[in-house]
Every structure is written in C-alpha cells, then in structure tokens.
T-cell receptor
Framework: AQTVTQSQPEMSVQEAETVTLSCTYD???????LFWYKQPPSRQMILVIR??????QNATENRFSVNFQKAAKSFSLKISDSQLGDAAMYFC???????????FGAGTRLTVKP | DVKVTQSSRYLVKRTGEKVFLECVQD?????MFWYRQDPGLGLRLIYF???????EKGDIPEGYSVSREKKERFSLILESASTNQTSMYLC?????????????FGPGTRLTVL
C-alpha cells in the first residue's frame, strides 16, 4: 500500500517570507496524482494544488508551487510571500491513477508570524 | 461552488449510543467518502461509496457502517459508540471520472464519546 510521509509536524515562517513543506511517498506505481490540501483552523479543508505524475512540469497556483521529484518520490510545497491567512494544517495526499482511494500524510501545521 | 455539508460541527454522545453523522453534497458527485482525522495520523478512510446503495470498506471500517440511499447523501453510523471513536470526522465527495476527481471536503464533525 502507498504511504505518505510528512516529516515536519510544525513549521513557522515570517510574514512575506518563503517556506517549503516536505512530503515523500512510497509507491510502485508509475501513474498517480499528488495533492496538497490546506485546513485552516476550524474551517473546511480545501485543495491548494495538484500534480499529475506523468507531467514533468511542476504545478503552480499563484504563490503556491511544488517541487515534484518523481525519482526521489518527493513532492514539496513552496509558499512564497507568506500571508497570515496561510496559517493552517497542510496535508500531502497521494491517489492512484485508476482508483478513488487517497492516502494522506500526517500533516504539517504552519504558523505565520507577523 | 461545490458544497459539502455535515449535519453537526460538534457532537457529544455516550458510550453505547447509536450515532448518525450525515453528509450532503450539492454537486451531483458520484463518489462520497468518510474519513477520520486524528492528530499525528492524518486522514484515514473509513468507507466510500461510488453510487447509491454501493459501498466499499476503507482502511478502518471496524465499528462503523454507512448508508447511501440517495446520491447526494452519505451517512456514517456508529452502531455502539465507544470512547476510541472520539475524533474529527470528515466527509468528502468527488466525480466518478478518476482523471478529474478532486475531492471536496465538508467542514467536519468533532465527535466526543464519553
């Protein structure tokens, strides 16, 4: 079974600075999807960014970008120009190409300091 | 906007009670999921359903059952609640087509079993 590891339980960043959250995964599959979800305090979990494994280009959504290293099975999230509203729990997730089952990491709690 | 709603944000029940957690989505999604979220463990899949009256066990189905009588509604049932079922429960929905099926989450129900 696939596993997803987030080795940083907590991270902090100064407002306007850049922070990178780490995620590694274990799989024998060649086609799959990777996701970063954000869960603000007491609010709904929302999708931040997704990456298809067959695409070599790293996904980008405004201030959020990923560094996808397929051979190393690494999928880190970079947040640029951090804002107070970025403070949340961030979950990395893996989904196989042909099924609906998602595997989540344990999460990284990000604090943004003013 | 996709909307996934859950019947309660907070719920307190006693050991042995039968508990119903309700989830409703308004986007005509085929897939619906129930997860349990615990600190340090991320999200773990309890059950999912890809059609009315269809269900599949996830990683931790023991002690839980589900019901999907209508496409938009997916219920999680704790037949006899126990203290180790105290947790945050998240519902999600997605389209059936695996290539496009990002999961959308509800706000969660924090269940305490005394």
């Amino acid at each position: 079974a696939q596993t997803v590891t987030q080795s940083q339980p907590e991270m902090s960043v100064q407002e306007a600075e850049t922070v990178t959250l780490s995620c590694t995964y274990d799989t024998s599959e060649s086609d799959y999807y990777l996701f970063w979800y954000k869960q603000p305090p007491s609010r709904q979990m929302i999708l931040v960014i997704r990456q298809e494994a067959y695409k070599q280009q790293n996904a980008t959504e405004n201030r959020f970008s990923v560094n996808f290293q397929k051979a190393a099975k690494s999928f880190s999230l970079k947040i640029s120009d951090s804002q107070l509203g970025d403070a949340a729990m961030y979950f990395c997730a893996y989904r196989s190409y042909n099924n609906n089952d998602m595997r989540f990491g344990a999460g990284t709690r990000l604090t943004v300091k003013p | 906007d996709v909307k996934v709603t859950q019947s309660s944000r907070y719920l307190v029940k006693r050991t042995g009670e039968k508990v119903f957690l309700e989830c409703v989505q308004d986007m005509d999604h085929e897939n619906m999921f129930w997860y349990r979220q615990d600190p340090g463990l991320g999200l773990r899949l309890i059950y999912f359903s890809y059609d009315v009256k269809m269900k599949e066990k996830g990683d931790i189905p023991e002690g839980y059952s589900v019901s999907r009588e209508k496409k938009e509604r997916f219920s999680l049932i704790l037949e006899s609640a126990s203290t180790n079922q105290t947790s945050m429960y998240l519902c999600a929905s997605s389209r059936l087509a695996v290539r496009t099926n990002t999961q959308y989450f509800g706000p969660g129900t924090r269940l305490t079993v005394l």
